[in-house]
């Protein structure tokens, strides 16, 4: 079955950190672009950061730059988003989502373009 499960959300004060993991079985991320999204309340789905397949570029949005981190684990088929300097504005849902077959990402992603999602962490930056 393909599925993805992410985990790591939860409540941290600004400033904190946070590691997000995802999760793949039934297919192998690394043949993948895969990105992360997020969605506050009130407003749309926002590409956060995306990695290339094999070792390909990295995308991350112009808010999380220099914050956010994503990395891949090939043995253990997971993408994690290592997250720095939370500010109340990072509160959303975080969804990973796997992208093309041997997909490039260079420019924010297109949620319509990813195909297979996970069910969504919840990630709260507040004092």
């Known amino acids: 079955q393909v599925q993805i499960v992410e985990s790591g959300g939860g409540l941290v004060q600004p400033g904190g950190s946070l590691r997000l993991s995802c999760a793949a079985s039934?297919?192998?991320?690394?043949?993948?672009?895969m990105c992360w999204f997020r969605q506050a309340p009130g407003k749309e789905r926002e590409g956060v950061s995306c990695i290339s397949s094999a070792y390909g570029s990295l995308y991350y949005g112009d808010s999380v730059k220099g914050r956010f981190t994503i990395s891949r684990d090939n043995a253990k088929n997971t993408v994690y988003l290592q997250m720095n300097s939370l500010k109340p504005e990072d509160t959303a849902v975080y969804y990973c989502?796997?992208?093309?077959?041997?997909?490039?990402?260079?420019?924010?992603?297109?949620?319509?373009?990813?195909?297979?999602w996970g069910q969504g962490t919840q990630v709260t930056v507040s004092s």
């Open positions: 039934g297919f192998t991320l690394d043949y993948h672009a």
């Open positions: 989502a796997r992208g093309p077959f041997l997909g490039v990402v260079r420019t924010a992603p297109v949620a319509s373009e990813y195909d297979i």
